[in-house]
């Protein structure tokens, strides 16, 4: 039976693939922070691991759970909304810390036993990271990282038979947008010098629940990339998975910029 890890399994698309993989007869090890929320893993029957994908001991701890491993999920992530500047560089180095750092370290302690099996990483990035938009520009610099260090480790980790695929979800029916939300409200101030933008703040962190794919769905899309013989090196799904990063590729950066501007309040001038 082979096995898989996938991080950040509390909801969403990470529970989501938990259950997808699980139906298909993978022995599952879902990971989430909160004890309760571990305990609802264990309870829906999968290998529940408590783990905060930031902690190196606790990532050795798990390291040594598993001599093998044939595929690993790096799902775990948030998404921090607010002007830059606002948020600054602290809630950048928070972003990055949970959605890049933490992909390295956990395939870095998980490389052996991916080594041994000649195993699949996966890493879930965004169309975010390739169409940037105002009022997200930590989580899409983020994810434009992930796209990087995807390629990198593609290369790197070849000559061991490790493979890596990376996923870009369009607009997915999870919590996302509600926890972004409350991202945001924490940033949203009055002497904030974007104050009179914040209604376009607000439509920036609901933004991923237009039209919202099915998080099974997704689910039901990586599984079968995963399946394949030779998975794809990068898989759009979604609703805008394919339309966005196709619209950031054709249309003049400059008319994009006004189009976006205009799209989230920032048309006029302060």
């Not at 509390?10 to 298909?24: P, V």
């Not at 560089?89 to 949970?98: G, K, L, V, W």
């Not at 965004?126 to 009022?135: E, N």
């Not at 629940?209 to 990586?222: L, R």
Request: charged share 15%.
């Amino acid at each position: 039976m082979p096995n898989v890890l996938i991080t950040g399994c509390s909801s969403g698309i990470g529970r989501a693939l938990a259950d997808a993989f699980k139906a298909a007869g993978f022995e599952v090890w879902a990971s989430a922070r909160r004890p309760d929320d571990v305990a609802a893993l264990a309870a829906a029957g999968f290998n529940a691991v408590q783990l905060d994908v930031n902690d190196c001991a606790a990532l050795q701890l798990l390291a040594e759970q598993l001599s093998e491993l044939d595929v690993l999920v790096n799902n775990a992530g948030y998404g921090a909304m607010g002007p830059l500047l606002d948020g600054g560089t602290e809630a950048m180095q928070r972003q990055f810390e949970t959605n890049v750092f933490s992909i390295v370290g956990v395939t870095q302690a998980l490389f052996p036993a991916l080594r041994r099996s000649k195993g699949l990483v996966v890493n879930i990035g965004s169309v975010s990271g390739v169409l940037v938009t105002p009022f997200a520009g930590a989580y899409c610099a983020s994810k434009a990282a992930v796209h990087a260090l995807s390629d990198a480790l593609r290369m790197e980790l070849a000559p061991f038979g490790v493979r890596v695929m990376e996923v870009q979800p369009g607009a997915i029916n999870t919590s996302f947008a509600k926890n972004a939300g409350a991202q945001a409200e924490l940033l949203i101030h009055e002497q904030s010098p974007w104050w009179p933008l914040r209604e376009g703040i607000r439509a920036r962190s609901q933004a991923s629940q237009d039209k919202p794919t099915p998080a099974s769905e997704f689910a039901a899309d990586v599984l079968k990339a995963v399946q394949q013989g030779q998975p794809p090196r990068l898989l759009r799904s979604g609703n805008g998975s394919r339309a966005l990063p196709l619209m950031a590729a054709l249309v003049p950066k400059g008319l994009l910029e006004k189009v976006l501007r205009k799209r989230f309040g920032l048309g006029g001038t302060l």
